[in-house]
C-alpha cells in the first residue's frame, strides 16, 4: 500500500508538471508574426553578410553583420539590398513604416505629403550612411564598381505651364550619377529609362531634355573616361533600352514620327 500511495504521488505530480508545461495552441496571429528570409546576399570578399527579416504582415528588417556573425546594422523597413561589387557599400530602399502611413491615411493626408521611398548608401567599413529623400528607381552595376545612379521626384516647377495629361503620365525623372569613391554627382534632367553595362564602365539613358541646357536623345556616357556619346538627336517615343555587356552596343524601340 505504501508502495501504491508513492507511485500515486509520482503519477500525480508528472500530470501536473506536464499541465503547467503544456505549450498552448498557435493561432493566427502568431503566424503572421513569423519571420522569413526573403533576402540573402554575400559580398564578394565574403566579409559581410545581409539579409532581410520579414513577417507576413508588418514592416521587414535588414540585418547587416559580418562573417563572424557580428551585427553592423538593423534598419527597420528596409528592403532590395544590393551589395556593390567592392564590397565597400550595401545599397537599399527603406520604405514608410506601415503603422505611420496607415495612420496617415486614417487622418485623410493627401497622397503628396505622405512618406516616401528612401535610397540609402551605406558604408560596410565606417557605418556611415547617405539618404535620398524621395527616390523613384536606382542601380548598380552588377560586375564593377565605384558608381550608383538613381532618380528622385522632381520638384514641382510652378512656373511652368499646365503639362498635358500625356507628359504627366510619362514616368520621367531627374537621374544623378554618383561616384562613391570621389563623392562627385552628375545630374542629368528628364530621364526615362537608363541602364549601366555589364562589364564596363557605361552607362546609357533616354532625355527628353531641359529647354537648351541639354538636348533630348539617346545618350551613352563613358565613366571610365567622362565622354558623353549621343546616339540619337531629337524628341520622340523611345523605350525598352538596353546594351551589351561591354558597353560598346546600344539598343532601343523609337517613334520620332512626331
Do not use: C
Request: hydrophobic content about 35%; aromatic content about 10%.
Amino acid at each position: 500500500m505504501k508502495h501504491f500511495t508513492s507511485l500515486f504521488f509520482l503519477l500525480l505530480f508528472v500530470v501536473l508538471v506536464s499541465a503547467q508545461t503544456q505549450k498552448r495552441s498557435l493561432t493566427h496571429d502568431d503566424g503572421i508574426k513569423w519571420n522569413r528570409i526573403t533576402e540573402q546576399h554575400i559580398s564578394n570578399n565574403g566579409k559581410f553578410i545581409v539579409y532581410k527579416q520579414e513577417p507576413w504582415k508588418g514592416d521587414p528588417t535588414l540585418i547587416i553583420t559580418t562573417s563572424k556573425g557580428e551585427e553592423k546594422a538593423s534598419i527597420i523597413g528596409a528592403t532590395s539590398a544590393k551589395i556593390i561589387a567592392d564590397s565597400k557599400f550595401v545599397v537599399f530602399t527603406q520604405k514608410p513604416l506601415v503603422d505611420k502611413v496607415r495612420t496617415l491615411k486614417l487622418k485623410k493626408t493627401k497622397k503628396e505629403d505622405l512618406p516616401q521611398d528612401k535610397l540609402v548608401i551605406y558604408n560596410l567599413e565606417s557605418g556611415k550612411t547617405e539618404t535620398i529623400e524621395k527616390i523613384k528607381t536606382s542601380k548598380v552595376p552588377k560586375e564593377w564598381a565605384g558608381w550608383i545612379a538613381w532618380q528622385i521626384e522632381a520638384p514641382k516647377d510652378t512656373t511652368e505651364k499646365e503639362k498635358s495629361k500625356k507628359e504627366t503620365e510619362e514616368k520621367v525623372y531627374p537621374l544623378f550619377i554618383k561616384n562613391l569613391d570621389s563623392g562627385k554627382t552628375i545630374e542629368i534632367p528628364a530621364v526615362s529609362s537608363y541602364v549601366f553595362a555589364e562589364e564596363k564602365e557605361v552607362l546609357a539613358f533616354i532625355s527628353n531634355g531641359k529647354d537648351s541646357t541639354f538636348n533630348a536623345g539617346v545618350y551613352v556616357y563613358n565613366l571610365a573616361n567622362k565622354s558623353e556619346l549621343k546616339i540619337l538627336d531629337g524628341k520622340g517615343k523611345f523605350k525598352q533600352l538596353t546594351i551589351n555587356k561591354s558597353g560598346d552596343k546600344v539598343a532601343f524601340l523609337g517613334d520620332v514620327s512626331e
